[in-house]
T-cell receptor, first 117, second 112 residues
Framework: GAGVSQSPSNKVTEKGKDVELRCDPI?????LYWYRQRLGQGLEFLIY????????KSGLPSDRFSAERTGESVSTLTIQRTQQEDSAVYLC???????????????FGDGTRLSIL | DQQVKQNSPSLSVQEGRISILNCDYT??????FLWYKKYPAEGPTFLIS?????DKNEDGRFTVFLNKSAKHLSLHIVPSQPGDSAVYFC???????????FGKGTKLSVKP
C-alpha cells in the first residue's frame, strides 16, 4: 500500500528477550520517526532519521534501545533485554522533508503492540 | 513537564452539533501545530495543521484556530458525525524542538 507499514502488528515476548520492530515508510519520504505510546499516555518521541542518519536520538529511554535505517527506506527498532515497562505501542511515522516543516506532516503506521510478560 | 496539554480527557457531543477540542502549549518557540485523529488499533491520522503566521485554517468540516498570545489552539468540527468518534491528539513543533510534541489526547464521542 501507499502508507507507512509496520510489522509485526503484535508481539508478545518474555522479559529479557530481544525484539526487533520494522517500519517501511512511504516511498520518497526522507524523514522517519519512532514514537512510543504507553497506556493512557500521549506519543513519546524516540528517534528521528533524516536519510540513513539519526541526528536526534534524544528520546531513546536507555542503551537497550537502538535503531537503524538503510537505503533511506526501511528502519528497525531493536530493544534488547526487554523489561515489562517496555510494553507499549511503538509507532513509526515518515514525512516528505525534515521534521517540523509546515506543510509536511508526519504520516503514521498502525504501530506494533509490544507486550512483555 | 508537559509542553502540550489537552486538559479534557473526553468530550461527548450530539450528532450535528459542534465539537470543540482544546489544546494549550507552553513553549513560545512552537511555530507549527497539528491535529491527529486516532481510532483504536490504528495509527494517528493527520487531520489539519496551522503555522504560527496564521490564526485560522479551515478544511471542510474541520477548522483549527490559533491564539498565540494565549498559547492556545482549538479544533472545531461542525457538524459532528458519529464517524468522528475517536481520540484527537494535538501536536506542536518549532525552535530547537524539531520533534513533534504530542498532548495526551481527548476522546471524542459523537452520539447519534
Amino acid at each position: 500500500g501507499a502508507g507507512v507499514s509496520q510489522s509485526p502488528s503484535n508481539k508478545v515476548t518474555e522479559k529479557g528477550k530481544d525484539v526487533e520492530l520494522r517500519c517501511d515508510p512511504i516511498s520518497g519520504h526522507t524523514a522517519l520517526y519512532w514514537y512510543r505510546q504507553r497506556l493512557g499516555q500521549g506519543l513519546e518521541f524516540l528517534i528521528y532519521f533524516q536519510g540513513n542518519s539519526a541526528p536526534d536520538k534524544s528520546g531513546l529511554p536507555s542503551d537497550r534501545f537502538s535503531a537503524e535505517r538503510t537505503g533511506e527506506s526501511v528502519s528497525t527498532l531493536t530493544i534488547q533485554r526487554t523489561q515489562q515497562e517496555d510494553s507499549a505501542v511503538y509507532l513509526c511515522a515518515s514525512s516528505l522533508g525534515g521534521r517540523g516543516r509546515p506543510g509536511q506532516p508526519q504520516h503514521f503506521g498502525d504501530g506494533t503492540r509490544l507486550s512483555i510478560l | 513537564d508537559q509542553q502540550v496539554k489537552q486538559n479534557s480527557p473526553s468530550l461527548s457531543v450530539q450528532e450535528g452539533r459542534i465539537s470543540i477540542l482544546n489544546c494549550d502549549y507552553t513553549n513560545s518557540m512552537f511555530d507549527y501545530f497539528l491535529w491527529y485523529k486516532k481510532y483504536p488499533a490504528e495509527g494517528p491520522t493527520f487531520l489539519i495543521s496551522i503555522s504560527s503566521i496564521k490564526d485560522k485554517n479551515e478544511d471542510g468540516r474541520f477548522t483549527v484556530f490559533l491564539n498565540k498570545s494565549a498559547k492556545h489552539l482549538s479544533l472545531h468540527i461542525v457538524p459532528s458525525q458519529p464517524g468522528d468518534s475517536a481520540v484527537y491528539f494535538c501536536a506542536a513543533s518549532g525552535g530547537s524542538q524539531g520533534n513533534l510534541i504530542f498532548g495526551k489526547g481527548t476522546k471524542l464521542s459523537v452520539k447519534p
